[in-house]
């Protein structure tokens, strides 16, 4: 069945709502620093997978935009808009790349490279406090941090792909009776 433009949009901005949702859920509750815009870049999926890259970037956008204005912990909004938000899409397009340590090389280096111009920007927006924040344990625990925010984009990724053949195995058929 071909779906309409609106059909196609209004799936986009039910998943665009749901995302800014769960970021501001995540700012209330001063857990979800990284859960949340890691939960919600999940919300590409259904529009990736039955519409394309293309709606799935412009969900993506709208989403990020949302989140810079409206979600009150910065660092969240552009953890979500620099490194998880668009994830689902890179993942897609990398998973061309032969091998698989080749790969994952690249995810890795896009996804420190991106947690490095986020903390990058919290400083020159914030200023000294948050360098004295990042160094108040010492070097050991900036090493501590990356190291486990490795592994929490390695689960992501993990994760990632486990939603995506859940959704194409079982919600497929449900979201395509309503959009």
Same mark, same amino acid.
């Given at each position: 069945?071909?779906?309409?433009?609106?059909?196609?949009?209004?799936?986009?901005? *039910?998943?665009?709502?749901?995302?800014?949702?769960?970021?501001?859920?995540?700012?209330?509750?001063?857990?979800?620093?990284?859960?949340?815009?890691?939960?919600?870049?999940?919300?590409?999926?259904?529009?990736?997978?039955?519409?394309?890259?293309?709606?799935?970037?412009? @969900?993506?956008?709208?989403?990020?935009?949302?989140?810079?204005?409206?979600?009150?912990?910065?660092?969240?909004?552009?953890?979500?808009?620099?490194? *998880?938000?668009?994830?689902?899409?890179?993942?897609?397009?990398?998973?061309?790349?032969?091998?698989?340590?080749?790969?994952?090389?690249?995810?890795?280096?896009?996804?420190?490279?991106?947690?490095?111009?986020?903390?990058?920007?919290?400083?020159?927006? @914030?200023?000294?406090?948050?360098?004295?924040?990042?160094?108040?344990?010492?070097?050991?625990?900036?090493?501590?941090?990356?190291?486990?925010?490795?592994?929490?984009?390695?689960?992501?990724?993990?994760?990632?792909?486990?939603?995506?053949?859940?959704?194409?195995? *079982? @919600?497929?058929?449900?979201?395509?009776?309503?959009?």
């Amino acid at each position: 069945m071909r779906k309409t433009e609106s059909q196609k949009i209004a799936l986009c901005g *039910v998943l665009g709502a749901l995302s800014v949702v769960m970021m501001l859920l995540g700012a209330a509750l001063q857990i979800g620093t990284y859960a949340a815009p890691m939960l919600a870049s999940f919300l590409l999926i259904p529009v990736l997978e039955e519409y394309g890259a293309r709606y799935a970037l412009l @969900l993506y956008g709208t989403a990020a935009v949302l989140g810079l204005l409206l979600v009150p912990e910065t660092e969240l909004a552009l953890f979500y808009a620099l490194v *998880v938000g668009y994830y689902p899409v890179l993942r897609r397009a990398l998973w061309k790349l032969k091998p698989a340590a080749l790969r994952w090389t690249v995810k890795l280096v896009v996804f420190n490279a991106a947690t490095v111009i986020v903390y990058g920007l919290l400083f020159a927006l @914030l200023g000294p406090v948050v360098l004295q924040e990042l160094t108040a344990e010492g070097p050991g625990i900036l090493a501590l941090l990356l190291a486990l925010g490795n592994l929490s984009f390695f689960l992501c990724d993990r994760a990632l792909g486990a939603v995506t053949v859940y959704y194409r195995r *079982v @919600l497929r058929r449900r979201v395509r009776r309503f959009f």
